[in-house]
């Protein structure tokens, strides 16, 4: 099965407490889950580890959020659009924008 939204896409946030903000997929994880850079923002408190040489402090972490949560982001209109299927000429099958049926990756 193909997926809609995959790693290395452009995002923008259409629910939750970071609406509107943009980033690109980091990581696609299991149960419809994914990260997406500087958004969703958590933090995490960290002791030093000596043997590593990482000092210790509260540190920003980014964590996954639900598929739902995110639209794909189109260029040409500047808002999330939803994504469909469209199976070309040559028999391979692309992802389209369902607004303007434009080819998202060829």
Do not use: C, W
């Not at 629910?15 to 889950?33: F, H, Y």
């Not at 808002?79 to 990756?105: A, N, P, T």
Request: aromatic residues 2%.
């Amino acid at each position: 099965m193909a997926s809609k939204i995959k790693k290395g896409d452009e995002v923008i946030v259409v629910a939750g407490k970071d609406k509107g903000k943009r980033g690109t997929v980091v990581k696609i994880l299991q149960n419809e889950r994914l990260v997406v850079e500087n958004v969703n923002m958590a933090k995490r408190h960290t002791k030093p580890d000596q043997n590593k040489g990482e000092p210790g402090g509260i540190l920003d972490k980014e964590m996954p959020m639900n598929i739902s949560n995110v639209a794909l982001y189109n260029p040409e209109t500047g808002k999330g659009d939803r994504v469909g299927f469209k199976i070309l000429e040559d028999g391979s099958k692309v992802r389209i924008f369902k607004s303007s049926r434009e080819v998202i990756d060829i």
